[in-house]
């Protein structure tokens, strides 16, 4: 079976904070890929990043980096410096590499940024 | 800058009656899918679509659910008799190519939504 654990339902932290948001997955797929989208209260998803199973270089844009370990099936987002603008709910989702449309989800970490 | 438009941004109707909820896909983009949220709760995968026809769909897509693409550039969801359990946000997405694959980047382009609600 295939599931998405985001364990934090809500996070606040004050303007500039560090916070990372965590993913844990589970997957039977040797091939597969991980996802992270942004919903701000506008509603929108937003993407923000894909990593594939076979590529376990961490990524940085910005004040967002991704930690991928496929050791302990968790793909966590930090954001640095957090701002205001960064509140919003965000999701980390999971597709086995033989689907082309089936995203699964987390239930999502709703974040508040205060100033 | 494209994006993916929805119509109605919310609609309300009767439990047993007939909903389509309509998108327009970015124009060059050959993948389209739907997805819904019930308030509160994570985003579930209904169903893909690409060159015409359903390339994959989940266990909540079953006969009361269809969806078209009439003409070329609309791409609809119709819920044939709704229930109470039918209301929620559905969003639609688009995507150049597929979710997975080494060349492309995977990213849907999510439109924002079309909240149903069932009475």
């Known amino acids: 079976a295939q599931k998405v654990t985001q364990a934090q339902t809500e996070i606040s932290v004050v303007e500039k904070e560090d916070v990372t948001l965590d993913c844990v997955y589970e997957?039977?797929?040797?091939?597969?890929?991980l996802f992270w989208y942004k919903q701000p209260p506008s509603g929108e998803l937003v993407f923000l990043i894909r990593?594939?199973?076979?590529?376990?270089q961490n990524e940085i844009s910005g004040r967002y980096s991704w930690n991928f370990q496929k050791s302990t099936s968790s793909f966590n987002f930090t954001i640095t410096a957090s701002q205001v603008v960064d509140s919003a709910v965000y999701f980390c989702a999971l597709n086995n590499g033989g689907s082309q449309g089936n995203l699964i989800f987390g239930k999502g970490t709703k974040l508040s940024v205060k100033p | 800058e494209p994006e993916v438009t929805q119509t109605p941004s919310h609609q309300v109707t009767q439990m047993g009656q007939e909903v389509i909820l309509r998108c327009v896909p970015i124009?060059?983009?050959?993948?389209f899918y739907w997805y819904r949220q019930i308030l509160g709760q994570k985003v579930e995968f209904l169903v893909s679509f690409y060159n015409n026809e359903i390339s994959e769909k989940s266990e909540i897509f079953d006969d009361q659910f269809s969806v078209e693409r009439p003409d070329g550039s609309n791409f609809t969801l119709k819920i044939r008799s709704t229930k109470l359990e039918d209301s929620a946000m559905y969003f639609c997405?688009?995507?150049?190519?597929?979710?997975?694959?080494?060349?492309?980047?995977?990213?849907?382009?999510f439109g924002e939504g079309s909240r149903l609600t069932v009475l």
């Open positions: 124009s060059n983009h050959l993948y």
């Open positions: 997405a688009s995507s150049p190519m597929g979710l997975a694959g080494r060349i492309n980047t995977g990213e849907l382009f």
């Open positions: 997957t039977r797929d040797t091939t597969y890929y």
């Open positions: 990593r594939n199973s076979f590529d376990e």
